[in-house]
């Protein structure tokens, strides 16, 4: 019997710096946080600009142009860090565990605990902790695609070497640990990718690239602001001052506005029992259209107990005596085995040979040590076995009858002979001869909620498969159970075997419940299910699932699953409640929602703005001009937007149209209105002889006061509270944002009567003719705005058909079904 190190041996390695102790780090560190909030590239450059402006002496606008940025960073930097405390406290709980042996006693460890020369023990499922050598009898099937990116399993017996980061697929062994801590393997390859990398989501990817546009064309204007300086002879104060007006036009704040989005969602998902592991999983629920459940440990709560058996050739208590017997003895147990052990216990017996479960298989084998005649016992699912029957037996009617009840049905059989079925990994293939024995039905349970979180899936348009590697007649049974009702079409994995790529296709799209399913056929469907142009999320929590998971759009899986499935997943579920889905689901449609509306307001912003700098004689406003309106407008009403976006329907698919339908209007609208107002003032200044430099002080003040109660319009169209507003977007009936719109007019307000303020922001009290014009225009222009939305004007000008409807009410939010007391 294996004794392993002793808690001396244990700490006196400890002592040595031998343990498996690296630093565990759940996410970014504070200050990977701080430093990735602040030196993006559009910082940097309006840092630059900035201290530009300091050695041209004009600290007052060096301190506009990157305040409005170190409010932002501000934000998302505490935001940020709210979030990172919450989740890494939650994805500590979440860590694997480590069972080794000690003082000859088993006992569960936490990895940092690990020590050189420790026995591990690993089972179906367990992730490789460190990198070692298999010792012992056991043997095992160990996935190392995370490593290699190879899918085939490798058979490991003792002596062979097993590394970190790869998982057991099936069978259990002991293997000593031989490189830990930094020297293992996991650790050497991660060791040159261990920056963190913010890996962009759909919509982070769309934004950045309309940024880097952005970008482009005001560093265009730069050059040609530039140029002018050196033909004209500009003062350079004036130039930077320029190049900072124009570059602060790119939304900076958009970027950070999304991440503090996705991070208050994990957090209040975190709450609701999901743990979000990867960024774009937030977004990703509000984008699936197809879901892939499988059966056990998923729809059902994989709490198997034995339903009835059925001898033959035997009597009732020889066949239990043999259940109990393969059961107890094998080394590669799982959830099956324990059931049958359970129902019926016996003596552990010796064992000379085993092949233990798979998924591919379908079925596992014994031979005992103490059997004189050296025969092979088969455990498995009776399709696999009965072609290799040699006598003629019965046995449809039973299984057939259980199978419609929704159960699990094994056959015992055996070989009366020794046989070489030539086992390497899952290529063990069965011989004829088997003699059948007994057949053993299994029962499992629903999991609490699963009708209707279904129900609420498929309410919102989502299609739902069941992929298993039951019996098919079984697996739908259970799915009419759980409510799928409506079509459903069942089939096995043998069957799909035998089609070519087109026919799979076909069967694929048609069918409901899939049975018999090899994992590599699981992945395979997953993978035609994304061809096809599905937004895919696969639930799972088995290791026979990480193929599947890896292929799928979202990985969801089960907080008692293995290992493996919890490393390549993108959201976890806390607690296993399937119930948590909807508020998943729901959270998704908010951030999307509220990322539409934000960018809505940016993009109106940036191409009203650039048109008025290109077309006004003069620049149009200065450095505190533009960080004034891009703080009252865009920054603040940005933070707020994400925070109060709410669920809804949304569709990927119409998010170009949705956003050149609203960004069209304004565009042109406000540009005119804003030249207008910008020449207007001019004009009366120019006809009372004032002096040209107070008349375009006087010019830029009032046109930013008529950008700001612009983009607070903005903001009220955006999330119409009344169906007098609705034009450019359905209605919301959501006052918040209006009054926010109001509260940030009263700040302009109080900016403009206080003297100081004024002076700050380098604004001017309106004249009363100044004052007119503004409001004038500003009531005209909504007023217009609201016509050309409505009717379509500019649209059909332009001769384009954006397809947006926004006079009808939106479609009704599917309620969350799952009463509030049974989640987590």
Request: with cysteine; net charge negative.
């Amino acid at each position: 019997m294996i004794q392993g190190l002793s808690e001396d041996d244990v700490r006196l390695r400890q002592e040595e710096g031998q343990s498996n102790k690296v630093t565990f780090q759940t996410s970014r560190s504070y200050r990977q946080i701080l430093v990735e909030n602040t030196f993006m590239p559009i910082h940097n450059i309006l840092f630059i600009l900035g201290a530009a402006l300091v050695l041209l002496g004009r600290v007052g606008d060096a301190i506009f142009t990157v305040g409005v940025i170190s409010l932002n960073i501000i934000i998302s930097v505490i935001q940020e860090v709210r979030a990172k405390r919450q989740l890494d406290q939650i994805a500590l709980l979440n860590r694997p565990a480590a069972t080794v042996i000690r003082d000859a006693m088993t006992q569960t460890i936490d990895p940092d605990e690990i020590v050189l020369g420790d026995i591990l023990v690993v089972t179906a499922g367990d992730q490789i902790l460190v990198d070692g050598a298999v010792v012992g009898p056991g043997q095992i099937n160990v996935d190392e695609s995370l490593l290699t990116g190879e899918s085939d399993l490798v058979p490991k017996h003792t002596g062979d070497l097993v590394y970190s980061g790869s998982f057991c697929v099936s069978g259990s062994a002991m293997y000593e640990a031989q490189r830990v801590g930094a020297q293992s393997t996991a650790n050497r390859l991660a060791e040159g990718a261990r920056t963190f990398r913010r890996v962009l989501t759909p919509m982070q990817r769309e934004i950045n690239t309309i940024l880097q546009l952005l970008l482009g064309l005001a560093g265009y204007l730069v050059a040609v602001i530039f140029i002018f300086t050196m033909l004209d002879d500009v003062p350079l104060v004036a130039s930077v001052s320029a190049a900072t007006v124009v570059v602060g036009l790119v939304p900076n704040s958009l970027l950070l506005a999304i991440a503090v989005a996705y991070a208050l969602s994990a957090v209040r998902l975190a709450r609701q029992g999901v743990l979000v592991q990867q960024a774009n999983a937030v977004e990703s629920l509000s984008n699936v259209d197809m879901l892939c459940v499988d059966k056990t440990g998923t729809l059902t709560a994989n709490r198997l107990q034995v339903q009835a058996i059925y001898p033959i050739g035997m009597s009732l208590a020889e066949l239990e005596q043999q259940l109990g017997a393969y059961a107890s003895s094998g080394a590669a147990g799982n959830a099956t085995s324990e059931a049958i052990a359970t129902a019926y216990p016996a003596p552990q017996r010796p064992v000379s040979t085993e092949i233990p479960f798979s998924s591919a298989r379908k079925w596992s084998a014994l031979a005992f040590a103490d059997d004189p005649s050296a025969g092979l016992s088969v455990l498995g699912a009776p399709e696999m076995l009965l072609p290799f029957v040699t006598t003629d037996h019965a046995l449809d009617a039973q299984i057939v009858q259980w199978t419609e009840q929704g159960l699990r049905v094994l056959l015992l059989a055996r070989y009366d002979h020794a046989v070489d079925l030539q086992v390497s990994g899952d290529d063990a293939q069965l011989v004829p001869g088997l003699t059948p024995l007994g057949l053993i039905s299994i029962g499992d349970e629903l999991r609490p909620d699963v009708r209707e979180t279904l129900a609420m899936f498929q309410a919102a348009g989502v299609q739902i498969k069941v992929i298993s590697g039951d019996n098919p007649q079984t697996v739908a049974a259970l799915a009419k159970q759980a409510g799928l009702t409506d079509h459903l079409k069942a089939i096995s994995g043998p069957s799909l075997e035998q089609m070519d790529e087109g026919q799979f296709r076909q069967v694929v799209a048609e069918t409901t419940v899939f049975g018999r399913i090899t994992p590599q056929q699981k992945e395979h469907i997953v993978r035609t299910l994304r061809d096809m142009g599905y937004y895919v999320a696969m639930t799972g929590d088995g290791v026979n699932d990480v193929l599947s998971l890896k292929q799928a759009n979202l990985a969801i899986a089960m907080q008692s699953g293995s290992q493996a499935t919890r490393s390549v997943a993108d959201i976890l579920l806390l607690g296993d409640s399937f119930a948590a889905l909807p508020h998943a689901v729901r959270e998704g449609q908010r951030v999307v929602n509220g990322m539409q509306d934000i960018l809505k307001l940016v993009l109106a912003r940036m191409i009203y703005a650039t048109l008025i700098i290109v077309l006004a004689p003069m620049i149009p406003y200065t450095v505190r001009h533009s960080g004034l309106i891009a703080m009252l407008t865009m920054s603040i009403p940005a933070f707020a937007l994400a925070a109060w976006a709410r669920p809804g329907p949304t569709d990927r698919h119409t998010l170009g149209r949705r956003l050149a339908h609203f960004v069209l209007t304004p565009a042109i609208t406000v540009s005119l209105g804003g030249l207008i107002v910008f020449l207007g003032v001019l004009a009366l200044g120019f006809n009372r002889q004032i002096d040209p430099a107070t008349v375009a002080a006087s010019a830029r003040s009032t046109l930013t006061i008529f950008l700001v109660l612009c983009g607070l319009m903005l903001l009220v169209f955006v999330e119409p509270p009344t169906r007098w507003w609705v034009a450019a977007d359905r209605f919301s009936g959501d006052w918040r944002p209006t009054l926010l719109a109001a509260g940030m007019a009263v700040v302009l307000g109080i900016i403009l009567a206080i003297p100081m303020l004024r002076e700050i922001f380098e604004l001017q009290w309106p004249t009363l003719e100044e004052g007119l014009l503004v409001l004038l225009v500003t009531v005209i222009w909504v007023l217009l705005a609201r016509l050309l939305w409505r009717t379509r004007l500019i649209e059909r000008l332009l001769g384009i058909d954006l397809g947006c409807d926004t006079q009808e009410d939106p479609p009704a939010v599917v309620a969350d079904p799952v009463p509030t007391r049974n989640t987590v």
